[in-house]
């Protein structure tokens, strides 16, 4: 098991590498922002949304911003109204009823009362259930299907409505490591299809569970050739924002109304109780990645605090340590009681997809065989 050497980050991260130094993409996109001009890259970014917007002046919207709710869509939404002084709609594709908590509701209710236009699109309750069951035994992942309604429903409105540009916060490439998602230049993202989670978008099992295609129009991601007919280009955000950051988003978030998980990161893993808020099932998600690939919210939120020079590298492994496999009892009941199995069922299955190498897989549930930072444990 190989480590970043400023970060944290495991050489099982999906769609990841180190340079030659043992550096990931997203230290090496850090250390070369540090001198970075941002009022220049703003003006740049500022060129590129008037070109794209100018045909759409009369429209009651010239972009779209995809949102939660949450801390980070809420600050984009803000910072594309005030600060690009455009005309966002605001999509969500939300959970089912029974799925989105009530917090996840208040946060879009909050971003219609600072006086967004907001569309919901909620798939079918039912198929969608159906959809996580499957997706959970199939792939220990069950977001995979949520997630495919998430990333495919805002193109499909860009598209149905004529509006030319979709605006996505961070670069996945570069801020993060995923570099399926490495476009033409900072601002592209135009191969956002090729993320972790949208490559793997082969919808034959979605079918399966579903019976027919007439079910699956949510989660089908349009094609490059309809999103070319219709010049949709997506652009990254993140490249011009210096002050970019979990603390930052979060406390101006909760400045304009945003409602946090009152659990602490012992119960979620989540440090400021601001991170994927809209339903609880995350969690048990998150704790699912990271008997798979060693490493999940206690590991991303230190390595974001490393990079910002917050914490030092060895500072950050407590974080690892704690709150990697945070996950609060009754979040894994609930999630076991929706899909309709027992919490003994969930966890003979999860030691199916556990890492062979990095957990020990004998007992009732897997057992880490390393130390995060540091590798396997002789």
Request: hydrophobic content about 40%; proline content about 6%; aromatic content about 10%.
């Amino acid at each position: 098991m190989i480590y970043c050497r400023r970060c944290l980050t495991p050489n099982t991260r999906p769609n990841g590498r180190f340079n030659a130094d043992g550096v990931c993409p997203a230290c090496e996109f850090t250390s070369r922002t540090r001198d970075v001009n941002y009022l220049a890259r703003f003006h740049e970014l500022t060129a590129i949304v008037k070109e794209k917007t100018r045909t759409n002046r009369e429209r009651r919207h010239n972009c779209i911003v995809g949102v939660s709710g949450g801390k980070d869509s809420t600050r984009q939404a803000l910072w594309v109204r005030d600060k690009l002084g455009l005309r966002p709609l605001l999509v969500s594709v939300a959970y089912p009823p029974r799925h989105l908590s009530h917090i996840g509701a208040a946060n879009l209710a909050n971003l219609v009362s600072l006086g967004f236009d907001t569309l919901v699109l909620g798939p079918a309750p039912r198929l969608s259930k159906e959809l996580v069951r499957a997706a959970f035994f199939r792939f220990a992942n069950w977001c995979k299907a949520t997630e495919m309604a998430l990333f495919s429903g805002v193109p499909q409105i860009a598209i149905e409505r004529k509006i030319p540009l979709i605006l996505w916060g961070e670069n996945p490439a570069l801020q993060v490591g995923d570099m399926g998602t490495l476009g033409s230049s900072i601002w592209d993202g135009q191969n956002l299809v090729n993320s972790n989670t949208l490559a793997g978008g082969d919808l034959s099992w979605f079918t399966e569970v579903a019976g027919t295609d007439r079910r699956l129009s949510p989660y089908k991601f349009p094609s490059r050739e309809s999103l070319r007919r219709a010049r949709v280009q997506t652009v990254f955000l993140g490249p011009a924002w210096e002050d970019w950051s979990m603390p930052n988003n979060s406390s101006l978030a909760i400045a304009h109304g945003l409602t946090h998980r009152p659990a602490g990161p012992e119960a979620t893993g989540d440090l400021f109780g601001t991170s994927m808020i809209d339903e609880d099932w995350i969690v048990v998600n998150m704790l699912l990645k990271y008997y798979k690939l060693g490493f999940s919210r206690g590991t991303e939120a230190a390595n974001e605090l490393i990079r910002a020079g917050t914490i030092t590298r060895e500072e950050g492994i407590p974080y690892a340590d704690n709150y990697d496999e945070a996950c609060a009892p009754e979040y894994l009941a609930s999630f076991c009681r929706y899909i309709g199995i027992t919490e003994a069922e969930f966890w003979a299955h999860v030691k199916k997809f556990a890492h062979p190498v990095l957990f020990d897989v004998s007992g009732p549930r897997p057992v880490r065989r390393f130390r995060p930072g540091h590798g396997l444990i002789a």
